[in-house]
């Protein structure tokens, strides 16, 4: 049976999207960084093939196991001399990268772990990750991804691969096709074109139709929103960082839904993939979604009394004509300091990220993978789904991965920022403050937090 990775993400997805725990960096694994500097340079470790057969262990929040551990016998069986042990943990949103860290500090962590792009660079700040580029399994990784994805995999440094990507999740606009018919919308190419169709529906629908939930809880989707304005909130500058999260490109994210929040056309009270949230996209209070691929499986789970109504459509322009994206999700599986077995290690995470059966297993219909492979082929890219009316969503999603920044970066200190951020937009939504204004402070208390851990931070 095909496997999903919204499957697993709907484990706690109504009270928890995606990681609130604020993992403390310190300890020997903190000061071995800080001595060398935030970005080591990058080694070229050896990549010694093994002797004999080997064991290594995978930990994954991928689920259900049993269809993990199936994929997993598949490597197993045409591998004789590397076996991979899976361990199923909790999800790293949920506090499994609190375990991760610990195995790290007690020399006891997996030889592979999955690893969402955003925490990556945290791993690389505390000397957690193996460089695997000098394994013969990794020579062919640039052409097997794109891009954009092998940036985030090597933590911005030119040469690195430190993990290999696993699903990917640029954004698009799921919209009811049911309501721009009916009330005779055009279907929004430009955020200009989003904003006088939401005015539109306020007006013909004396406000009963939102033309979106947000709230604080869509603190990962502003961000991808940034991304996809050409923002850079977070920059590596030598051996320091810059915040840069109040730039012009991020206010004009910022004032935008401020404004449209001001007019009533968005529903703040619906909490990204919660119930109520829920309630909206199945009873036709609520027009679109922005969001990335993985919102198709919670749409078909979620929204039943829907069907047939949401279609996708690529993400709204700043200007007509513009081809830009951010993303708000993906994992990568993370070859982990202190494994006896890299050459091992690289093979595994090329055969599950690349390998097209495994690829069609987890992810057919459900969420993008990260391989071109997958990308490529219209057998899966251009299946129909009945769910939204016979569209093949993932060929729209397809074609705004090649629309996403590759310049983009994460700060070592994700999981303090977007703990933060969540905590400041809660004022922003309830009308004390501002959008901007929580990036603002949220700027302030992530650069109190680097500096706190020895690090030369500047701001914008």
């Known amino acids: 049976m095909p496997l999903g990775k919204t499957r697993r993400r709907l484990i706690g997805a109504a009270a928890l999207i995606p990681l609130l725990v604020t993992t403390p960096v310190n300890g ?130 030119p040469g690195a691969i430190y993990a290999v990507p696993e699903d990917i999740e640029p954004l698009a606009m799921f919209y009811r096709k049911d309501i721009f018919a009916k009330y005779n919308l055009p279907v929004p190419a430009t955020w200009a074109q989003y904003q006088s169709d939401a005015l539109a529906l306020k007006t013909d629908t004396n406000g009963t139709v939102k033309m979106a939930d947000m709230n604080a809880n869509d603190y990962r989707l502003l961000v991808g929103l940034d991304w996809q304005a050409g923002a850079m909130p977070f920059q590596y500058t030598g051996t320091g960082f810059t915040y840069d999260m109040d730039s012009s490109a991020a206010q004009t994210v910022a004032n935008y839904w401020e404004s449209l929040i001001k007019d009533g056309v968005i529903d703040t009270a619906a909490g990204f993939t919660t119930p109520p949230e829920y309630i909206t996209w199945n009873n036709g209070t609520v027009a ?103 569209q093949a969503p993932m060929s729209v999603f397809r074609t705004m991965v090649n629309d996403v920044n590759t310049n983009f970066q994460w700060a070592p200190n994700m999981t303090t920022v977007f703990s933060d951020l969540q905590d400041n937009l809660q004022s922003a939504f309830n009308g004390s403050s501002t959008i901007e204004q929580a990036f603002v402070t949220t700027q302030n208390q992530a650069a109190a937090n680097l500096r706190s851990l020895g690090v030369t931070v500047y701001t914008k």
């Open 288 to 390: 679109t979604q922005i969001g990335p691929d993985y919102l198709t499986g919670f749409f078909k789970g979620q929204a039943p009394a829907a069907a047939g109504d949401w279609a996708v459509a690529p993400i709204p322009q700043w200007a007509a004509g513009d081809h830009s994206d951010g993303e708000a999700g993906g994992s990568a599986t993370a070859i982990m300091a202190g494994t006896k077995h890299p050459y091992a290690d690289a093979v595994f995470a090329d055969w599950f990220g690349d390998n097209y059966p495994v690829q069609v297993q987890l992810y057919a219909g459900q969420v993008l993978s990260g391989a071109n492979s997958y990308l490529n082929n219209p057998a899966v890219i251009d299946t129909a789904n009945p769910y939204f009316g016979g």
């Open 28 to 157: 020997p694994l903190q000061s071995a960084s800080a001595q060398a500097g935030l970005r080591p340079q990058a080694n070229l470790n050896p990549c010694p093939k093994q002797t004999g057969k080997v064991n290594i262990t995978f930990w994954t929040w991928e689920g259900p196991p049993s269809a993990i551990q199936h994929i997993v016998n598949e490597f197993n069986a045409t591998h004789p001399d590397i076996h991979v042990n899976v361990d199923q943990v909790t999800p790293g949103f949920s506090g499994g990268y609190e375990k991760s860290f610990n195995a790290l500090r007690a020399g006891k962590a997996p030889d592979v772990d999955m690893i969402e792009y955003y925490e990556l660079p945290n791993f690389r700040f505390v000397n957690g990750l193996y460089n695997a580029a000098g394994c013969p399994a990794m020579k062919n990784v640039a052409k097997q991804f794109p891009g954009y994805i092998n940036s985030e995999d090597s933590v911005g440094e």
